[in-house]
């Protein structure tokens, strides 16, 4: 597991090109309404800082990485899990001996609480949490994508599934998330997490392009999610790079290595940098269980 320490900060602010395009449009250019102007303001990220653990021992066989948002109902994510961790190990032989996925629902309905509760007072950030773990029963590791899609204060159902989700991803191997989806493209091709995009697109413009009738609307809808005609595309760009079996400190350099690429590309580009500062490193095994990556056996990457 790997993890840096910069966050994002957001603050509103006005766009030159966006007011701009609101002076060209409106008629009065003289008076400008208070409640236009304040229409105008939208939230950007606006400056990075670099004070935020991202990566945290969960139990003896599980971490937890995060992305997103460094507070949740104004207090730090790192001390919210390691609260829930405290509360859900009191007793550990039971807590051991729970499925992994159990342990996750409950980590996730703990999480909600505290969301909720951070509604009430202000809107809610894409943040996501990837829960590692190692199976000592089936003597596998696992890893879970846990998300939480942006929320709006006053607008949600406090009753839905969807305000926090997780998937099983261990087939992937390799699990990442926040980077601005870089690596993820670097990785699986630039088709693996637009799937579901394309298929929105897909059923929107030929809905309002055609205008079917209701029979064979249904009939497209379910066809294009099925993706068949495309399934073999799709699959050729996912895992554009092989990995071939690696040692572990091989697999503790090309985490860092993965990082490294980030913090360096985003030099070039025109988004306030989003990756950097300390890197924290931890590997969980079999017969050790959770360990810091110390440069005892396992030796600190160089690339960093």
Request: glycine share 4%; aromatic share 12%; with cysteine.
């Amino acid at each position: 597991m790997v993890a840096d320490s910069f966050v994002t900060a957001v603050e509103q602010s006005i766009d030159l090109d966006s007011f701009v395009d609101y002076l060209d449009s409106t008629k009065n250019k003289n008076s400008i309404s208070i409640s236009d102007i304040l229409t105008l303001f939208k939230k950007h990220p606006s400056h990075t800082r670099n004070f935020a653990d991202k990566l945290f021992m969960f139990d003896e066989y599980s971490a937890i990485t995060t992305t997103g948002l460094a507070y949740i109902n104004q207090k730090e994510i790192k001390d919210i899990v390691k609260s829930i961790a405290t509360e859900m190990q009191v007793d550990k032989s039971v807590y051991y001996a729970r499925d992994v996925e159990d342990v996750i629902k409950e980590f996730c309905d703990k999480i909600k609480v505290e969301i909720v509760q951070h509604l009430k007072e202000r809107d809610f950030g894409d943040t996501a949490f990837i829960f590692s773990h190692f199976n000592r029963k089936e003597n596998k590791p696992q890893a879970f994508h846990i998300q939480i899609n942006q929320l709006t204060k006053g607008d949600y159902d406090i009753s839905s599934s969807d305000i926090i989700t997780y998937q099983d991803r261990s087939y992937l191997k390799i699990l990442t998330d926040g980077q601005s989806g870089f690596v993820e493209r670097l990785i699986f091709g630039s088709l693996y997490k637009n799937v579901t995009e394309i298929k929105k697109q897909f059923i929107d413009y030929i809905l309002k392009t055609f205008k079917p009738n209701k029979g064979k609307k249904k009939a497209i809808i379910d066809y294009i999610k099925d993706f068949e005609f495309l399934r073999e595309t799709v699959q050729d760009d996912v895992f554009s790079l092989k990995f071939r079996e690696l040692s572990l400190q091989e697999a503790v350099d090309l985490a860092a290595l993965l990082v490294k690429i980030t913090m360096d590309i985003q030099v070039y580009t025109e988004k306030v940098p989003t990756v950097g500062g300390l890197i924290r490193l931890a590997i969980i095994s079999k017969e050790k269980g959770f360990e810091w990556i110390s440069g005892n056996k396992i030796a600190s990457s160089k690339i960093i």
